[in-house]
């Protein structure tokens, strides 16, 4: 079945650094990748979706200077979290989906970041 | 037993026992539903899903039931193993699945041996 492989599974980094995570799809391509925000005991929220060779889409209320968004290859997504701040720990998770197959949306497994 | 409050509602089940999660969808107009898992630390998983032109649909060890006229969604899990439990979220879409899914709030499924 479809793969997307997430990097890093989790991180740690400084107030005011930035934090970049890669979405990968591994046996299929993707012009279209959707990027995920998921707070403790709580659903994911779609934050943006993320199209090949050309600029994001970001859902209402995410800021698209914050997080960067991009989508460089068939296979490769982008998001980097910019001057990180304590309020951005969450999880996030990247999908795309592997064509009409069953399956529909396949994701990725997830990056944990802390803001310290 | 299912609770239901500021936190995530729990369903607590013997292992052993037939699960069943509900879930409410909001848009008339999906007409593709899905069932995901999500392990804790992980991304959520594909379990089954079902078009609206269908009531039910069965795969190993789990059922979905559909009911169009209250918008309505079960999950159903025969013979729940330990292995199960992880929060599950139902997912609504549109044109088949084209659209992208919205996610519904979760339950989370807490099996004892």
């Known amino acids: 079945g479809a793969v997307v492989s997430q990097h890093p599974s989790w991180v740690i980094c400084k107030s005011g650094t930035s934090v970049k995570i890669e979405c990968r799809s591994l046996d299929f391509q993707a012009t279209t990748m959707f990027w995920y925000r998921q707070f403790p005991k709580q659903s994911l929220m779609l934050m943006a979706t993320?199209?090949?060779?050309?600029?994001?889409?970001?859902e209402q209320g995410v800021e698209k200077d914050k997080f960067l968004i991009n989508h460089a290859s068939l296979t490769l997504s982008t998001l980097t979290v910019t001057s990180a701040h304590p309020e951005d720990s969450s999880f996030y998770i990247c999908?795309?989906?592997?064509?009409?197959?069953?399956?529909?949306?396949?994701f990725g497994s997830g990056t944990r970041l802390t803001v310290v | 037993g299912e609770s239901v409050g500021l936190h995530l509602p729990t369903l607590s089940v013997q292992e052993g026992d037939n699960s069943i999660i509900n879930c409410a969808y909001s848009?008339?107009?999906?007409?593709?539903f899905i069932w995901y898992k999500q392990e804790s630390g992980k991304g959520p998983q594909f379990i089954i899903d079902?078009?609206?032109?269908?009531d039910k649909r069965q795969g190993q060890r789990v059922t979905v039931l559909l009911n169009k006229t209250v918008k309505h969604l079960s999950l159903q899990i025969a013979a729940t193993q330990p292995g199960d439990s992880a929060v599950y979220f139902c997912?609504?879409?549109?044109?088949?699945?084209?659209?992208?899914?919205?996610f519904g709030r979760g339950t989370s499924l807490i099996v004892h041996p």
């Open positions: 999908s795309a989906r592997d064509g009409a197959g069953d399956y529909g949306y396949t």
């Open positions: 079902i078009r609206s032109n269908m």
């Open positions: 848009n008339s107009a999906s007409d593709y």
């Open positions: 993320s199209n090949e060779g050309s600029k994001a889409t970001y």
């Open positions: 997912a609504e879409s549109r044109g088949g699945g084209s659209y992208i899914p919205t």
